[in-house]
């Protein structure tokens, strides 16, 4: 059916609230990643979900970072007492399994003002 | 680590120009490597992939061939369009890891002119 879908779209919000991004990946698929893409950074992996495997977390910049993959199927990914460098769009991919290509979703353009 | 490093933009062509976006990587293993494109406004898309050594990925009239003695995957078109102009990014990825996320470049901006 259809694609991946983000919400909210867009997201403003003050310095040191916190902010909660979602994600619905494509019905069926196992692996879902979420990715950040900033001007000075480029496109960076933050974290991956393997169906009920334990997550891996290594791209989380800092402990402010969290998410959750409820169910093996929506994310939401949890930024916590937000800095003004966490302004960036945050993507989110899905694939059939872990070697399969990843087909993206539009984002969510985060501002923390 | 593994990394990806392509041509700074941004590039300007005019209509029915030859594209060249030079991008080069740097793995220990045997990356399969992707183009992804971003039109303005839209997600990422899969554009093109290549999964091994001497493989040419093609689409839309898009090439890029795995060139392994040269840790390269150049992207080319023989002739634009206006509707090509977007952001294109080189990405990698190892394939013997399940799940491994891409690594990308810092992206190409493409614009085309009539």
């Known amino acids: 059916g259809a694609g991946v879908s983000q919400s909210p779209s867009n997201k403003v919000t003050e310095k040191g609230k916190d902010v909660e991004l979602r994600c619905d990946p494509i019905s069926g698929h196992t692996a879902l990643y979420w990715y950040r893409q900033s001007l000075g950074q480029g496109l960076e992996f933050l974290i991956y979900?393997?169906?009920?495997?334990?997550?891996?977390k290594s791209g989380l910049p800092s402990d402010r970072f969290s998410a959750e993959r409820t169910g093996g199927s929506v994310s939401t990914l949890t930024i916590q007492r937000t800095q003004q460098e966490d302004s960036a769009v945050y993507l989110c991919?899905?694939?059939?399994?872990?070697?399969?290509?990843?087909?993206f979703g539009p984002g969510t353009r985060l501002t923390v003002t | 680590g593994d990394s990806v490093t392509q041509m700074e933009g941004p590039v300007t062509l005019s209509e029915e120009a030859f594209l060249t976006i030079n991008c080069t990587y740097t793995?220990?293993?045997?990356?399969?490597l992707f183009w992804y494109v971003q039109y303005p406004g839209e997600g990422l898309q899969l554009l093109l992939k290549a999964t091994k050594a001497d493989d040419k990925g093609s689409n839309k009239g898009f090439e890029a061939t795995y060139r392994k003695e040269t840790t390269s995957f150049h992207l080319e078109k023989g002739s634009v369009q206006v509707s090509d102009s977007a952001v294109y990014f080189c990405?990698?990825?190892?394939?013997?890891?399940?799940?491994?996320?891409?690594?990308f470049g810092k992206g190409t901006t493409l614009s085309v002119s009539s």
């Open positions: 979900f393997q169906g009920n495997s334990a997550p891996d």
């Open positions: 793995a220990t293993g045997y990356p399969s």
């Open positions: 991919a899905s694939s059939l399994g872990g070697r399969d290509e990843q087909y």
């Open positions: 990405a990698l990825s190892d394939p013997g890891q399940a799940g491994t996320a891409l690594i």
